[in-house]
């Protein structure tokens, strides 16, 4: 599957790759998945820091692991066409792809803070955060 920055596209589209690598377009754009030849292409925001770029790429993955189609990124009315129960699936699948239970119990059982294990995984303190939580790695290392 091939991955792809959204700065690769800037002789393409200069005004669109600049808008969306400022921190105001960055909230408007953080991965795609598209077909291209019959194939699943990622396309990421490489502004966005590297944790994040991180998390961007695992959640198109989940869609991909979890065979969720690839469909067209508009509705007819110019409307943002997303399956919310896919995009659900991809959100919890995706952070579990960066931060295996089997990680986040390895984080608390050395007490590892949050900051060092979210360094220690290449993930944001967010995502770090989510996945010991959900995972209940304290309590069951505790």
Do not use: C
């Not at 007819?76 to 919310?84: A, I, L």
């Not at 952070?95 to 984080?107: G, N, R």
């Not at 989510?130 to 304290?138: D, E, F, I, P, Y």
């Amino acid at each position: 599957m091939p991955l792809l920055t959204l700065t690769e596209f800037t002789d393409i589209a200069p005004q669109a790759v600049q808008y969306l690598s400022s921190q105001k377009g960055q909230r408007d754009f953080s991965g795609v998945t598209i077909t291209y030849a019959g194939e699943r292409w990622i396309i990421h925001n490489d502004a966005n820091d590297p944790g994040r770029q991180a998390a961007d790429i695992a959640h198109e993955i989940a869609h991909a692991l979890l065979q969720h189609p690839v469909t067209a990124m508009f509705q007819s009315d110019g409307s943002r066409s997303h399956n919310k129960e896919h995009e659900e699936e991809a959100n919890w699948l995706g952070p579990t792809l960066l931060v295996s239970d089997e990680a986040a119990l390895f984080a608390a059982y050395n007490r590892l803070s949050v900051g060092d294990a979210a360094e220690l995984y290449g993930v944001s303190r967010d995502l770090m955060q989510m996945r010991l939580n959900v995972s209940g790695a304290r309590k069951r290392v505790a």
